[in-house]
């Protein structure tokens, strides 16, 4: 089973910019889509960018252009660079994997609407000022 801790949030003022971490340790599988989440308090957890095996990336429309999803597979960490935050960024961020695809992931399945996401981290809180 793989785990998944989430570094990386902070506190930033509107416009600023934040890295989140998400170092997977277990993860021998070839193929998966993982994924980063938020919940804000009071509002149901949301998708925010995914990425599969190919590089495949997927973004909820609101960060289309401002944050930008990556896979380091040497490393085995997932990253989420967020520019331009805004305070409705605000909200807890969660690293999750879906590692069910064998021998390979379908194209066009690794989506922010996918479902489910079997492995889950702690998660890392990004707060943003105004």
């Known amino acids: 089973q793989v785990q998944l801790v989430e570094s990386g949030g902070g506190s930033v003022q509107s416009g600023g910019s934040l890295r989140l971490s998400c170092a997977a340790s277990?993860?021998?599988?070839?193929?998966?889509?993982m994924g980063w989440f938020r919940q804000a308090p009071g509002k149901e957890r949301e998708g925010v960018a995914t990425i599969d095996t190919y590089g495949s990336t997927s973004y909820k429309d609101s960060v289309k252009g401002r944050f930008t999803i990556s896979h380091d597979n040497a490393k085995n960490t997932l990253y989420l660079q967020m520019n331009s935050l805004r305070p409705e960024d605000t909200a807890m961020y969660y690293c999750?994997?879906?590692?069910?695809?064998?021998?390979?992931?379908?194209?066009?399945?690794?989506?922010?609407?996918?479902?489910?996401?079997?492995?889950w981290g702690q998660g890392t809180q990004v707060t943003v000022s105004s």
């Open positions: 999750a994997a879906d590692l069910s695809f064998y021998p390979q992931i379908p194209p066009d399945v690794c989506t922010v609407v996918h479902a489910p996401f079997n492995d």
């Open positions: 277990g993860l021998t599988q070839s193929s998966y889509c």
